[in-house]
C-alpha cells in the first residue's frame, strides 16, 4: 500500500498585517506596525505550494479565516452594525481590535496535532485542532480550524476529529509545531515526540523566566490520549527554558524531524540525552538519524533570525530528502555555510531549496510554520476533499483569486476600513466554492 505525508500549507488571509501581538516571538515585536502586502504573502504562500507539487508532493490547501473577527467583538461588548463595531473597537481598545485583525491562522502548523493511522487504536487518522491559549489572537482560531479541517477530511470511515482541548492556560497547546513524528515509512507505526515548555500542575519543575512557554505538558499528554496513541509509540521531551527565553516560541524554531532524522540544535531540548536515547529504544532497531547542529557552528541567535529548524524537511519521490528552507538562510553566513556541508554529509538529506516566505517571516512564520502535515494511506488520501489538493488548475485558479480580491499594501488604518470586512468575506465566500467547503465561517451562518 502506498503513503504519503501532504503538506496542507495555509493560505494567507486577506488582512495579513504586522500588529507585534505575539510577546516572546522577536520577528512579530520587532515588525510591528510595519505595512504588510496581503496579496505578496499569499502568492509567496502559493509558489512554495505549486514548487512542493511540481517536486512530486502531493500538497493541500487549508483556507484562511474570516478577519476582522466582528463576533469576537461583539463577545467583547462592542455593539451596532458590522461598521461600528470595528469603528468602535479601533477607537477604544486598539490592541483588541488588532487581535481580532490578525491574519494569524496562516501558520497552520499550529493548526491541529495529527496522528496517522498507523499510531491510533483505532485505525484512523485523528485531529485536534490547537487551543493556541497563550494569545488572544491565536485563540480565536480552534473552532473555525475545526470546521476548516472537518471540511477538508470528512469521511469519517477514515477521519477522526477532536474538540480543541479546554480554554486555559493549564492545557496550552500549539498543535504540529511542538510535536515531530519519526517512522521508517510513513504508512508504518512511527514515534511521536511531542515537546513542552512547561509543566502546568508542577511549577516548581525548570520553566522559561522571560519569555512564555506556550505548551504545557499536560496538554501534549491530553492529546496522545485522544489520539489513543500508545505509550510505547510516545517520547514527551521538554524544551530548553533557556532558547524559549531566547526567542524560540516554538519547538520548529529549533528543532525539526522527517521519517528518520531528526535535525535539532545542541540547545533545543532541556535533558537532551535521556530524550534522544528514548527515542532510540522506541524506534527499533531500523536505521535512525540524530542530527545535531553545535553552537560552536550556528548560535540560537543566527538559528532564530535565519530560521534554520523551522524548514520543511521532505522525501521526494526519488527517496533523497529535500530542505525547503527560507532565503534568510542563504544570506546567513553560519547557516550557509552549514547548510552547503550539511548536504555532503552521510545523511539522507541532500539538497536545499530556498524560498522567499518574507512577509510571513516578518511574522516568525518560515516554511515549516505554514504547513500542517499529513501522512495518508493511499485510501485514505482518496477520501480527501479534492478540490482542497494542489494541482496546477486549483493553483492557477487560487493565484487568480488572490489577484482579484487582495490589497498590495495595508497599514493600520486599512484595516480600520469597513470596505475591507466587505472585501474579504466576499473572497472568502467565493474560497469556500473553489474548495468546496461548504458555509465554514460565521458570517455565513448567521
Ligand atoms: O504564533 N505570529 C505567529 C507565528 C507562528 C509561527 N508558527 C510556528 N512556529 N509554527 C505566532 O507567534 C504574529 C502576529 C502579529 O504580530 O501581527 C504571530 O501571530
Redesign the pocket.
Known sequence: MKQFEVNFDGLVGPTH??????FG?VA?LNN?NANSSPKQAAKQGLAKMKALSDMGMMQGVLAPQERPDIAALRRLGFSGSDATVLENAAKQSREIFLACC?A?SM?T??AATVSPSADTSDGKVHFTPANLTN?Y??SLEPEVTGRILKATFADEKYFAHHQHLPDNEHFGDEGA?NHTRLCSEYGRAGVEVFVYGRHAFNPSMPAPKKYPARQTLEACQAVARLHGLSDENVVYMQQNPDVIDQGV??N??IAVGNQNVLFYHQQAFHNTDAGLAEIRSKFGEEELHFVEVPTSEVSVNDAVKSYLF?TQIITLPSGDMTIIAPTECQDNPAVKTYLDKLVTLSTPIKSVNYFDVKQSMR???GP??LRLRVAMTEQELAAVNGATLINDAQFERLNAWVDKHYRDVLSEDDLRDPNLLIESRTALDELTQLLELGSVYPFQRV
Do not use: P, Q, T
Open positions: 498585517n504586522y500588529a507585534g501581538l505575539s516571538n512579530s510591528a490578525s494569524s501558520w502548523a499550529n494569545k489572537h491565536r509545531a516560541f516554538h520548529d524554531v523551522n511574522n516568525g512564520g515549516a510554520c
